[in-house]
């Protein structure tokens, strides 16, 4: 499975890892499905038998379920303007960006 990470996400799902608890990782998951597209969130949770860590080039490794095949692909990225706020797509699965 593969995950992409621009440099500002990185910057902020360090810090939202600094205050986790030992052993929990950032997590994406889907938040709900409609028409031919996925809408996701991050968490910060414990692997599972079910997941696969997913190292990033940004030196974070996110949780991805591999029974779900709209994870494979996510795009984590964190913008300043217009506003501050994160944004996760998959481009290989639709063709909509969403934020979150």
């Not at 597209?37 to 940004?58: Q, S």
């Not at 095949?69 to 797509?89: A, M, N």
Request: charged share 30%; aromatic share 8%; net charge negative.
């Amino acid at each position: 499975m593969k995950c992409k990470i621009n440099r500002n996400a990185a910057k902020v799902l360090k810090e939202m890892l600094a205050d986790a608890e030992e052993g929990k990782m950032i997590r994406v998951v889907i938040d709900y499905m409609h028409g031919d597209h996925a809408h996701y969130k991050l968490v910060i949770d414990l692997p599972t038998e079910y997941d696969e860590i997913v190292k990033t080039d940004k030196d974070i490794e996110v949780l991805l379920d591999k029974r779900e095949e709209w994870l494979d692909g996510v795009w984590i990225q964190y913008f300043y303007v217009p506003q501050e706020e994160l944004v996760i797509t998959n481009p290989t699965k639709s063709p909509h960006v969403h934020n979150h």
